[in-house]
């Protein structure tokens, strides 16, 4: 079939990282395209021509999951390493690094309002944690196995989780409980996100399955099975009419919420697909897979103005208004002319000019908040920004307190200060360093005993229903 005006077309890729791409996601004023992948770095690209991409260097093991912050002055990342980094995206590259979980961390997602950050972890808990005084707030436990993704509704009032447990759960921020829970799984859900009006969660399956919830009624409203092997992501168009999921059976697929069909079928990636994200206008979407390639697409088929999006889905915020199953997805006219076929879509059999971005990568070794036992060779500070980089986190440092960022080739180390010429002397630093560590340790601890405590819990649960469940036989025997 030939190729329409409306159908999603493939306009670049982007080539830089050495392996698998694990996580895409679009800056909000969608001219910068942040990557993850399982060569420990993370990758910033610009759509500007001739643009250098900047890799930065800090991570330890895979990057499991990328995001901005609502207003893109942050990216956060998380990582096998166990940690979560908060970077700021531009060429210094500073970042800042949390340490709470004990095992990896597998993702990391803002609140709407930027104030708070959920990361998900193989350690079975959900942390949440504030960004304007950038501290660990509280857990969530209840899973019993490995937490996939934890993502925020639209609101910030509830937190959605998805599990190796088989289970999917709800969880309300005000009182941290859980208020919700699915488990109709085979296998078990690889990601979840909420629809852009929030009264809806979409499960990408390890079966093959992609499921969208009503979380006001409990309700399975729709169910696709479309793709010949695991859903690894999806991602909702602004709109909430249309889902792009992304399948380790190579393919990306684009779903219309409103008539429940797949409408295309996108062919690019050689190998599984882990990744995909619309941008926040919709206008493009971006893929990443097994085969260390990005590969962003022009929409075309329901270009929306995002704001006006936004104003309309603010309505629908809330739970004070009774569910009706026709409000679920705003009502637009369909711009498909009737027709009912899916459209398969194979860039690689079209003979176009594709424009190909492979540009020259600056490596940023990131200088983090957290000590680490590495040296790490400085350059002679100015005036108090010793001070700056020791007691400050560098994500909310002044321009005047930035310390210089170092790239591979390092200076001659002769330019290294003397311990007379530094504001703050070696032994001071090397005490707060050590202070710094211990922090950490005793962090981790509290995570774990906090852990424990919730499982005692769990088992004193359980023990006292099958003791009440005896005492009913023994009253009824008797």
Known sequence: ?????????????????????????????????ATGSWDTFLMLWSFRPQARAFRYVGHKDVVTSVQFSPLGNLLASASRDRTIRLWIPDKRGKSSEFKAHTAPVRSVDFSADGQFLATASEDKSIKVWNMYR????????????????????????????????????????TNKQCVNNFSDFVGFANFVAFNPNGTCIASAGSD????????????????????????????????????ITASSDGTLKILDLLEGRLIYTLQGHTGPVFTVSFSKGGELFTSGGADAQVLLWRTNFDELNYKDISKRNLKRLHFDSPPHLLDIYPRTPHPHEGRIETVEIN???????????????????SFDSTTTTETTV???????????????NPSLMSSECSP?????????????????????????????EHIMEQLNVLTQTVSILEQRLTLTEDKLKDCLENQQKLFNMIQQKI
């Not at 350059?379 to 920004?385: A, Q, R």
């Not at 790239?407 to 005490?431: C, Y």
Request: charged share 25%; proline share 6%.
């Open 404 to 432: 210089t960022i170092l790239k591979k080739k390092t200076e001659d180390i002769s330019d290294l200060p003397s311990e007379n010429q530094r504001s703050i002397p070696l032994a001071v630093t090397d005490a707060l």
């Open 134 to 173: 950038q501290r660990f707030l509280y857990s969530l436990y209840r899973h019993t196995h490995w937490v996939r993704c934890a993502k925020f509704s639209p609101d910030g009032r509830l937190i959605v989780s998805c599990s190796e447990d088989k289970t999917i759960k709800i969880w309300d921020t």
């Open 208 to 243: 093959h399955t992609v499921k969208i919830w009503d979380i006001r009624v409990n309700k399975l409203l729709q169910h696709y099975q479309v793709h010949s092997g695991g859903v690894n992501c999806l991602s909702f168009h602004p709109s909430g009419n249309y889902l």
């Open 347 to 365: 860039p690689k059999l079209d003979v176009i000019d594709l424009q190909t971005s492979t540009p020259p990568v600056v490596d940023i070794l």
């Open 1 to 33: 079939m030939a190729s329409s005006p409306e159908d999603p077309v493939l306009e670049r890729y982007f080539k830089g990282h050495k392996a698998a791409i694990t996580s895409v996601d679009f800056s909000p004023n969608g001219k910068q395209l």
């Open 378 to 392: 400085r350059t002679l500070p100015d005036k108090g920004e010793e001070i700056c980089r020791y007691f400050l």
